[in-house]
């Protein structure tokens, strides 16, 4: 009920932009060399659509995305439990979460291409660095916030350490542990498109810059059009899951 | 009538935090538990009766002194004894059924039993209907009902109860007090009831045991001849006014006397 | 506090040397990976050359002349947007858009738009941190009480009173989150749009190190940068916690 309306506002302003921007080009105000116009977009994405080149390029994105965040989402969780459960284990991991999180880790592109080759591997790896932090991150904030009373409940009914762990600690965690992919995923895209721009792997990072450097903004904008939604449709669906496993965090003192 | 638990010269401290010394939360607490009895523990807040409670359960070792259930000494927690905790403790993930299983799990009951029991207690208690609801959608009282469900159907041979209805409303305990009684009487199982309530203290126990202000220990252990069943309306005999002035009395003198 | 810093400078200390012994060790090769002492080694050379200084300070305007850009325009739309409900509801779904996609993305495009030299460079580091910047900032304000603003209200405060006592001061913390969010983009972005292209600047030099195989002096610029983000996130957080008392 409460989404339609935002929903349908921002159909709006979206459509409100496209229209302006179209007005724009044909009015003479804007340059098509440099932004092109929807409808020309439109026809780009119509044409790979059917000549598959869209497609491949799809294909091969999503490929890389579904290795990197895979891989970050298995190792991300299995660092996050360790750490969440056992105090050493975090603070030794600390400075290096904290590096990966924050330092520019496109820098060190040169030596993954060293170590990797210059291709999907790349990719998989940088997208893989950018979005196992959130995650990690995120499961052991999850662990860590349990309400202790529920820990001695448990313990009053004879909980030994595993069950404390599989019983109460980790159904507890699930939320900011949702929170954590839903902040992975949208890293996992941004690096896969970020390592692409630079790596020829045949993704739809890799059409944007080989279309740039033959000066064929329509082209990169279609791209770009399809990345958006991508991530657009990827972040949503997250929330959406998100919500689903929060549900029953109804308020606070629970 | 033979003794169930014994509390033996129980002394409790922890340490402060950032070094300041040692906290005394209990000092040498003697207090003998009747099998099949209710015993209330009242006292002011701070006083350590909760302290007690968890000593007996086994979820927090003595300094000094020892609990000995059933001839052998407590060292931890253990499947004659169950605790009903006064903010619910329920895992707001798990459904009221599923809350209930949560101890049969843990002991390793057949999958089975775990499901005809926790299926009967939930219905025992009054929540027919409700089995499927998460905590964050049942009221405080109905929550506290989950509480002393997933508590009974482990089979305890003694119940702990701390402060259970000290989240409720006034007109819930009363209400929750009644029904409690009600279940007991049909098990007539060993528990002990801690509350800062004189009234309920009186109302529900064979015998009230008076704590003092912190550092805690036991000014006195006044048995409640009340006849059972116990009705609302036994609060309005002289009998019961006279138990509530006397312990009235005597936290007001354990209050000056530690000054 | 203090068993937490043992462990993690423990932790750092056992890499550092497995980093340094292993490929003596002929466990890894030392081509691929360098060695600390290389490293430093390579350091001290790029600082003394002085192309370190040069390169660094190319990057270092790219990123303070867009930062700067993107705090002085995004903290004020944000907090306009934020303040006034049908703006933002317009202006909502296309933001949020920009934000939701990597706009790194648009680097290509920048290129087209504006060459090679220092303004390519400035305009991915505005983008990149105006859009968390007013999206935090809008959502300071959203989440500022209610009750405060009604509590003003009854003492006669203006809209100019309100704006500047109540929601201003109550929104710095949604604030200073969307400054340090945008900082770290600002700092990625000015290095990828010159690793991508440009004629000088840290990620210039990363790249041209790379296509060498210079490794040690290669890790002596990543290192520059991830301890450059570091230290500019670290300060902002230092920030935020004093503003938080």
Redesign the interface.
Known sequence: MRSARPLALGALSFAAILFAWEAGVRLGWLNPFFTSQPTAIARALLGGMQSGELGRAVRVSVEEFTAGFGAAIAVGLALGIAAGWFRPVEYALDPFIWFVYSAPLIAFYPLFVLWLGLGAHTVMAISFLLSVTPITVNTIAGMRSLDP??L????????RAH?RLW??AL??S?PMIAAGLRLGVGRALTGVVIAELFVPSGGLGSSIAYNAGLLRTTDMLASLAVIVVIGVICTQALSALEAQFSS????PG? | MTVHVRIEQLTVEYEKPRAQGRFVAVSDVNLDVGRGRFVTIVGPSGCGKSTVLLAV?G?TAPTRGRVIVDGKEVTG???D???V?Q?F??????TAVENVR??L???RWSADDQTARALRFVRLVGLQGFEHY????LSGGMRQRVGIARALA?DPQILLLDEPFGALDAQTRETMGDELLGIWEQDKKTALFVTHSIDEAVFLGDAVVVMSRSPGRVLETIAIDLPRPRTIEVTDTTAFVEYRRRIRRLLGSGQEAHG | MDKRLAISTASIAVFIAAWEVAPRLGLVDPFFTSRPTQVIVAAADVVRSGTLLRDAAVSLSEFAIGFALAVAIGVPLGLLLGTFETLRLLLDPPIMAVYATPQLALLPIFVLWLGIGMSSKIAVVFLGASIPIIVNCMAGVRHVDRPLVVAARSFCATRLDVFARVILPASLPGVMIGIRLGLSRAVLGVVVAEMYVSQDGVGNQIMRLGSAFHVDRLLVYVLLVSTFGLAATSAVRRIEERIAR
């Open positions: 009373l529920l001695l409940a448990a313990r009053s009914f004879g909980a069950d019983k109460v159904p507890a699930v029953w965090r109804t308020g629970l | 359960a979820l927690p253990g499947r004894r169950a605790m905790f903010e403790a329920l895992m707001p993930w798990r949560f101890g799990e843990l002991q998460r905590p964050g959608q482990v």
